[in-house]
């Protein structure tokens, strides 16, 4: 998995009252992403937390073989989550600096829900 192509483009917005505006307009919208992860309180993450959690899953145990998907193996699947964390962490950040294109990214996905 190359992590620094994933997270190239990713530009940080750590700041706090950007982060809970932010995640009150989130948890208003009923807006929660599948993170296929346990990550607690994902809309208030901030980058002390994130970058720990994506290692935390890189080096997560393998899974018993009937609960990993079918046709995943578990770098496959591993890398998923990975993938979709990252994806789904981009999204918010952008949604903090107040990107309207994020906003309408946001509203699609919620419309097809």
Do not use: C
Not at 52 to 76: A, H, I, K, M
């Amino acid at each position: 998995m190359d992590l620094d192509k994933l997270l190239k483009d990713l530009v940080i917005s750590d700041d706090p009252e950007k982060i809970k505006n932010t995640a009150n307009a989130l948890k208003e919208m009923r807006y929660s992403p599948i993170l296929l992860s346990d990550f607690e309180d994902f809309l208030t993450v901030d980058s002390s937390r994130f970058f720990p959690e994506v290692e935390s899953l890189l080096n997560s145990p393998d899974l018993p073989g009937e609960f990993l998907p079918p046709g995943e193996t578990q770098e496959s699947f591993r890398e998923k989550k990975v993938s979709i964390l990252i994806y789904h962490y981009k999204l918010l950040n952008r949604l903090r600096r107040g990107e309207p294109e994020a906003w309408d990214e946001v509203y699609e996905l919620m419309e097809d829900d």
